[in-house]
């Protein structure tokens, strides 16, 4: 497996010995650093370092502003395979709050930018599928997002003249997080129509037909999700989650007992508004995932659902990475502007 890094421009002054050095020092380990003023060719560097390396590598700055204009870099630079964006999809936030004085509750809100969600589904999609990719991130790589073993579990292989009949197909698709919506198909959702099954996935701009002939899969087609032209016709497809947070069925009776016992054991020691509050709003969230298998604010009960221990830190996108993958850390100089960067690199 290997990067095809596309550039005008070759490897020049200092920075065939920098390539050597730190593709050398990636195969013996250990954390290194590349220092250079603004416009040296730093990222250009560290490219050819990924390309020399073929490992699948995690770039994280900063800001997202940053984080872009790095991520538009290497997809310049790698324009033939996988490169990820992975920041925070809050276009606005305003977390709950409680003002004693007046007796005022704020509830969380918040506003998800879609297109952001769909590239960090990308992004992760591309850290399981086995083939090397890039992901530029912020520190939002390492909030919690779900277990990755859970992730991959749930994802759908499909191959042409496979036993599969289209009932079981649409059930995994909402144990996918998928909805069904005959009408109008935006990503994250599916529908059935005769012996077709159309996936607009969560996660990329392509629609997924899967043809069924009686019980076997008779063909796989990539359809552009606005035209319906026909991309390719792959023998062979993987169908990932619509979200980050999926539950299995084995975990939700257990998470919810659990949720219930934190609950009764935390009431108590609240005053009679805010355990009353506290009660309606957990019963409602309980119903939710009994009813759809998901809620709103989820990650708030990732610990049950995960079986961790309290003080055991979530998963993260962290821990999709290969054992092998190379970690870029951007930083600003405080004596330069916020452009002047410093990267380190190191294996985990």
């Keep these: 497996m290997s990067y095809e890094l596309v550039s005008k421009f070759k490897p020049a002054g200092d920075q065939p010995e920098a390539i050597s050095k730190l593709a ?6 250990g954390r290194q650093t590349l220092l250079g003023v603004t416009g040296s060719g730093k990222t250009f560097t560290i490219a ?9 590598a995690l770039v994280i700055s900063h800001n997202k502003t940053l984080a872009a204009q790095l991520y538009s870099e290497f997809k310049n630079f790698f324009p033939n395979d996988r490169v990820g964006y992975f ?34 589904l990308a992004a992760t999609a591309n850290l399981v599928s086995g083939e ?6 912020t520190v939002s790589c390492i909030y919690g997002i779900g277990s990755p073993q859970e992730w991959q579990k749930a994802s759908a ?21 998928y909805e069904r919506n005959d ?19 969560g996660y990329s701009d392509d629609l997924i037909r899967v043809s069924f002939d009686g019980d076997k899969v008779e063909k796989i087609s990539v359809l552009d999700s606005l035209t319906y032209q ?18 299995p069925d084995s975990s939700v009776k257990r998470a919810i007992a659990d949720i219930r016992k934190e609950l009764n054991d935390t009431l108590p020691t609240l005053g009679v508004l805010e355990a009353e509050r506290l009660k309606k709003r957990t019963n409602y969230d309980i119903e939710m ?31 999709y990475l290969p054992k092998d993958a190379v970690i870029v850390i951007g930083t600003a100089s405080h004596e330069t502007d916020e452009s002047n960067m410093d990267k380190s690199i190191r294996q985990p």
Excluded at 24 to 29: D, S, V, Y
Excluded at 162 to 177: C, F, G, I, N, V
Aim: charged residues 25%.
């Design 48 to 56: 050819n370092v990924i390309a020399k390396t073929g490992r699948t």
């Design 87 to 120: 920041v925070s999809y809050y276009d606005y936030y305003q977390p709950e709050s409680y003002m004693p004085q007046t007796d005022t509750y704020i509830e969380k809100t918040a506003q998800v930018n879609e297109k952001i969600e769909k590239m960090r």
């Design 289 to 319: 995932i009994e009813e759809l298998g998901y809620c709103n604010g989820i990650e708030n009960y990732s610990m049950h659902f995960d079986g961790r221990k309290q003080g055991q830190p979530p998963y993260c996108l962290l821990d």
């Design 230 to 247: 026909k991309k390719s016709s792959p023998s062979h497809y993987i169908l990932f989650p619509a979200r980050h947070y999926i539950i």
């Design 24 to 29: 050398a020092g990636l195969i013996k380990g």
């Design 183 to 201: 009408m109008s198909p935006k990503p994250g959702t599916f529908k059935s129509k005769g012996d077709t099954v159309d996936v607009a996935l």
């Design 132 to 137: 090397p990719s890039i992901t530029v991130a």
């Design 157 to 177: 292989v499909l191959n042409t003249g496979m036993k599969l009949d289209k009932y079981e197909l649409l059930r995994r698709l909402l144990d996918m997080q």
